[in-house]
């Protein structure tokens, strides 16, 4: 009997096996339902994209604070940030569960080949039988853990409020990303607006031009010299749409909208002065990037951690109970008969020497939060090197836009000059040409030295941490109130909004 016992289990066992085996998908096949499934996205989209697709479209006026606030509600990537949230909650139940009772409830069914017969002569009886049941419920309530639970607990709220910062620190990148794309997108529309501009002014000149060559006047290099500037003008027009497109569709994507949103951008390229020293940045940066609170409370929750290591040289108090049902009664073998048995405990355990293992985890952990102190440090010095950056490159900004200012005056004075000598015959049109080019160029050099100055003033509110709401928040700003970028408005109308 015991023979075919074993072969039984033998024979079960390779069953298991094969079964398992089984259910492991091979190379090909796991690749293949992958490429299906990759398919049946590709139909989801496109389903998507006939019934408009599944994210809003924007229409119409679009300043700057509202594009991040749209940022704020759709961007996937902050949507995704903000499960850690959720992931930190799960956290807390779970430290919460070693102070907690554990009830558990276990069923058992058990056939016997045989059962024991006892003869008496007169009389003969079996202890129990062939089928027998058992339902066991069991309560357990940890009593004392050494300090395990509290450190625990502690441990788990700190990673609340590290999942907060994470999140902060998400609201600051969606924020910067946004509030970039769409300064980039501004300055394209600007310089579309230069070329514009040019392109006027070269078909106009190109029709003088030629007047003159059919008086007589001028010379056939004359008007080709022009017509190749049109081209020119027209080909650097081409361009920069595709630069706006280009910007446009990144801003669209940092907000999380449809690539079909047909908006106006009303906040436009300004310049204003920030008056800051590098130990108020500095100051600032300290009390808001998110990066450093990560840092700090990284090693609180180290520190808890090395609590709860030490905790494992105290004694654990458990107090424990269950309650047994069976069927042969399991105080009375011979009673084939439902019937029920219980017991209570208090039990003490104290580990008195585990071969070394905790003195390791206490290494590990106080090595741990050695290195962690080290990186806050370096966190620190990252912040002290992006506040000074930012407020260098934020210094060359202001003074490149004030020498294109005065640049971009001198060359609409001197096209003013060469316009009325061209008139009377003093200027050449190769003067024309070149008057008119440097006045382009310099409008353009303008915008884009105010676009630099609006985006120093965005990378030193990243560096000191102040573009997303205050540390400590736990919700995602909905108002333009709560944003950095408030500071961000211009003060003065550009002066190179003129016309040629």
Not at 100 to 129: A, E, H, T, W
Not at 181 to 200: C, F, G, H, P
Not at 384 to 392: C, D, R, S
Not at 465 to 484: C, F, T, Y
């Amino acid at each position: 009997m015991k023979n075919r016992t074993a072969s039984g289990l033998l024979v079960c066992s390779i069953v298991m096996i094969v079964f398992l085996a089984g259910c492991l998908p091979s190379r090909s096949e796991y690749y293949h339902d992958v490429r299906k499934s990759r398919a049946e996205a590709y139909e989801r989209w496109k389903s998507a994209e006939e019934r408009n697709e599944d994210r809003p479209s924007l229409k119409g006026e679009l300043n700057l604070e509202e594009a991040v606030l749209v940022g704020l509600q759709y961007n996937p990537q902050l949507r995704a940030a903000v499960q850690e949230k959720a992931k930190a909650e799960g956290r807390l139940f779970e430290a919460y569960s070693e102070a907690l009772p554990k009830l558990n409830l276990s069923g058992q069914y058990q056939r016997l080949d045989q059962v024991m017969n006892i003869d008496l002569g007169v009389q003969s009886f079996q202890i129990g039988d062939k089928d027998n049941y058992s339902y066991r419920i069991n309560i357990t309530q940890p009593l004392y853990r050494g300090g395990t639970i509290p450190a625990a607990l502690r441990g788990a709220r700190l990673f609340s409020y590290m999942s907060d910062e994470k999140v902060r620190s998400a609201v600051e990148q969606v924020a910067f990303q946004v509030a970039s794309a769409y300064m980039d997108t501004l300055l394209a529309q600007r310089l579309i607006e230069v070329q514009k501009s040019s392109l006027k002014s070269a078909k106009a000149f190109l029709e003088q031009v030629e007047a003159k060559r059919e008086q007589g006047v001028s010379r056939e290099y004359d008007v080709l010299r022009a017509r190749v500037d049109v081209s020119n003008i027209q080909a650097d027009l081409i361009e920069q749409r595709n630069r706006r497109n280009l910007a446009e569709a990144r801003l669209f994507r940092a907000m999380g909208v449809s690539q079909k949103s047909n908006t106006e951008l009303v906040t436009d390229l300004g310049f204003k002065s920030v008056d800051m020293n590098f130990s108020e940045a500095v100051s600032t940066a300290f009390q808001n990037r998110p990066d450093i609170y990560q840092a700090i409370l990284s090693v609180g929750m180290q520190k808890e951690a090395i609590n709860e290591a030490y905790s494992a040289y105290l004694p654990e108090l458990d107090a424990s109970w269950w309650h047994l049902w069976a069927k042969p009664d399991p105080q009375q073998a011979s009673n084939n008969e439902w019937d029920t048995d219980w017991a209570g405990a208090i039990t003490l355990t104290w580990p008195l020497f585990d071969g070394l293992a905790r003195e390791g985890r206490i290494v590990q952990r106080e090595a741990e939060l050695r290195k962690l102190k080290i990186l806050l440090g370096d966190t620190e010095e990252k912040a002290l090197l992006e506040v000074k950056n930012a407020l260098l490159d934020l210094e060359n900004a202001r003074q490149l836009v004030e020498s294109q200012e005065l640049n971009l005056e001198r060359a609409d004075r001197a096209l003013e000059l060469v316009q009325d000598g061209y008139k009377e015959g003093v200027n050449t049109e190769l003067e024309m040409l070149d008057a008119r080019a440097a006045v382009t160029r310099a409008r353009g050099l303008y915008y884009q030295s105010l676009h630099r100055h609006m985006k120093g003033r965005l990378d030193l509110q990243r560096a000191m941490g102040i573009l997303g709401a205050e540390p400590g928040a736990e919700e995602i700003p909905r108002s333009s109130q709560k944003l950095g970028l408030d500071r961000v408005k211009p003060e003065k109308q550009n002066k190179a909004s003129g016309q040629d």
